[in-house]
């Protein structure tokens, strides 16, 4: 039987590494995204993302040891989120899946899980 997490799969930390920074660059980068964040330095964001996606893929749990239970979408009400938000957030993120290159389905696995997760995160109606 094959134990392999979808985390080793995908290479482990390195390959999370790497896809969170990417993320992060266009975060940086991106006027809509950018004044949500309360810090200056983004870098612990980063961390915390990238530790959470560890975890939920079957990596160190190393996330829940240092934040307890991930209640994401209660740690997001601070934050105005709506659909614009959210497609930044997705835009960003489906980059820095590409650069990734992984295997189809793998990739495929990844992105439906972003995408689901990135909907369920949006707290705030649309500007009519
Ligand atoms: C934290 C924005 C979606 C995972 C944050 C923070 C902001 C933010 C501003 C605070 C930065 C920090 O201190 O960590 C957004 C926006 C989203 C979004 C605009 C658009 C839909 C998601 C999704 C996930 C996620 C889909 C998971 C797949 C996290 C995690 C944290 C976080 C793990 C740190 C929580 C903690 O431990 O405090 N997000 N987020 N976010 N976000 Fe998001």
């Not at 810090?39 to 961390?47: K, N």
């Not at 934050?79 to 389905?105: K, Q």
Request: charge should be negative.
């Amino acid at each position: 039987e094959d134990q392999q997490t979808f985390y080793d799969a995908v290479g482990g930390e390195d390959t999370f590494v790497r896809l969170v920074r990417r993320f992060y660059e266009g975060v940086a980068a991106d006027p809509v995204l950018r004044p949500l964040y309360p810090e200056e330095d983004l870098g612990p964001a980063e961390e915390r993302l990238r530790l959470f996606l560890m975890q939920y893929w079957g990596g160190p749990r190393t996330y829940s040891e240092q934040r307890g239970h991930p209640r994401l979408r209660m740690r997001h009400f601070p934050f105005r989120i709506g659909s614009r938000e959210r497609d930044h957030w997705l835009a960003h993120m489906r980059a820095a899946v590409d650069d990734l290159s992984l295997p189809e389905p793998l990739d495929r696995q990844l992105w439906e899980y972003l995408v689901y997760a990135a909907h369920s995160m949006v707290n705030a109606p649309d500007d009519l």
